[in-house]
């Protein structure tokens, strides 16, 4: 213990992860969690890694998704994230998605427990003190104002943000399942064993024609300070995918494929509400891509227009939140330090990745430097064959040719990665359709992916069904 701490500053997703991965390593780490001494608009406990929008990690299919094959790349570097992700994990379909209360606390209790985690309850403001030579700023999007004044009067840049959005939730109880049914798309067995996770709502055509037309009528907060901040695409409001056109809603999250209503089976929804799990228990559930800046009150009155909810007991409903990020391909080197105060280390939403899942996965990368650094073994960042090694690339301007173009948010996307060529034929030598050829080409990468982490972190490669 006379080795001196790294500080973390945000007990949010990225800076959890980050200080388990320094105390892992053996090094002692100091995480700073302003609430609850300060509140935020957004937060509603003092837990660590709370969950303010979505409970959802998204899809959990190393071999044909990205942030799947995140998930697998994390859970092979001991991620906390994903470890207490897994043991409180709820039906989702084929995504990974947790209760978030026993999620939150289970990641409290971990860090609490650790001998080499302190917690300090205490707002950090300004600049961190100079006696602390190793710092992870890790305060996501809801970061206070003195230290985000501090970080943009020590970068000379201007402040970056985007729009942020919360979906309502609604209470078990007040949902009409004789009009609603339980069922996931195409009955796909998620990682929680059940194929149908979802709550499906359907609407016929002039149910989704007066639906739209009271989003476009209904009242939005407004947020004069904000004016000119963009919409992150990834959570767009519902009414503001609804201005970009009436079907827009009914190929995104209304979307009615892959499902049979239960009641009538012999009737097509037009477009489909869905529900998706929120708690453990099983008394709350959100609704699906709904996120939302209608005013609370247009929100009860409009979401009770869609079959099955029209008597919906809201547990939570939406909201708007700005989410900040700096320019970090021109700010950040290839260890996400602050190149004008390489003390200074970056992880999560901060940095410029979008999602839960991104965010924990640049604060494990971050605390592992800075342990590293600690401990005086090298650094180096994970190949950009994976996952973790093509978020690194994102933040720190692998992406940008010349330093060329507008920095912007991103999830995890094969767009990161360098390509691989498609097989043609099979192993009979038979043409191959294209989803075929797609299929295969993106298990080729995880494949590719898991065995060039495991070499980078020296350990054998996780096996590829132990990943499934």
């Not at 959005?165 to 339980?182: G, L, T």
């Amino acid at each position: 213990m006379s080795m001196r701490p790294v500080h973390v500053i945000g007990g949010g997703l990225a800076g959890s992860e980050a200080a388990w991965q320094i105390a892992e390593a053996g090094v002692p780490v100091v995480l700073h969690e302003m609430r609850p001494v300060r509140g935020t608009d957004a937060h509603q406990t003092d837990r660590l890694a709370e969950l303010v929008c979505s409970n959802s990690f998204r899809a959990d299919d190393w071999a044909g998704n990205a942030v799947g094959l995140l998930h697998a790349e994390m859970r092979a570097l001991g991620s906390i994230i994903m470890a207490c992700g897994d043991a409180h994990q709820v039906p989702a379909g084929g995504a990974l998605a947790v209760d978030r209360e026993g999620f939150a606390q289970a990641v409290t209790a971990r860090l609490e427990a650790h001998p080499l985690v302190t917690i300090a309850r205490e707002e950090v403001a300004g600049l961190p003190p100079a006696e602390w030579d190793s710092v992870i700023v890790a305060t996501g999007p809801l970061t206070s104002p003195a230290l985000s004044d501090a970080i943009l009067a020590l970068t000379g840049e201007g402040q970056l943000s985007f729009f942020d959005a919360i979906a309502p939730i609604v209470n078990f109880d007040s949902v009409d399942m004789d009009v609603c049914w339980r069922q996931s798309r195409y009955d796909k067995v998620g990682p929680g064993g059940d194929a149908a996770a979802y709550i499906n709502c359907p609407m016929d055509q002039a149910q989704y024609e007066a639906f739209i037309d009271a989003l476009l009528a209904g009242p939005k907060s407004e947020f004069k300070d904000w004016e000119n901040v963009p919409y992150f695409d990834g959570c767009l409001p519902i009414e503001v995918m609804a201005e970009r056109g009436r079907e827009t809603l009914r190929h995104g999250p209304m979307k009615p494929v892959g499902l049979t209503n239960a009641h009538r089976p012999d009737v097509k929804a037009y477009a489909v509400v869905q529900l998706r799990q929120d708690n453990a228990l099983g008394t709350l559930w959100n609704m699906v891509g709904f996120q939302t800046k209608l005013k609370h009150g247009a929100q009860t009155e409009i979401f009770r227009m869609i079959p099955g909810l029209e008597k919906a007991v809201f547990a939570r409903l939406g909201g708007l939140h700005r989410n900040t990020f700096i320019n970090s391909p021109r700010l950040l080197d290839t260890n996400l330090r602050l190149k004008a105060q390489p003390r200074l280390r970056f992880a999560g939403q901060v940095t410029g990745v979008e999602g839960y899942v991104e965010s924990a996965a640049v604060g494990l990368l971050a605390g592992r430097f800075a342990a590293a650094e600690r401990l005086g073994r090298p650094i180096e960042a994970p190949p950009e064959t994976t996952a973790l090694g093509g978020l690194v690339g994102h933040i720190t301007g692998g992406h940008l040719e010349g330093g060329k173009g507008s920095f912007q948010p991103m999830n995890i996307n094969y767009g990161l990665l360098p390509p691989m060529a498609p097989p043609k034929r099979d192993e009979e030598g038979r043409r191959l359709g294209s989803k075929e050829k797609t299929r295969l080409k993106k298990r080729a990468m995880g494949e590719r992916a898991l065995s060039d982490l495991a070499a980078w972190a020296g350990h054998p490669a996780p096996t590829l069904a132990a990943a499934e």
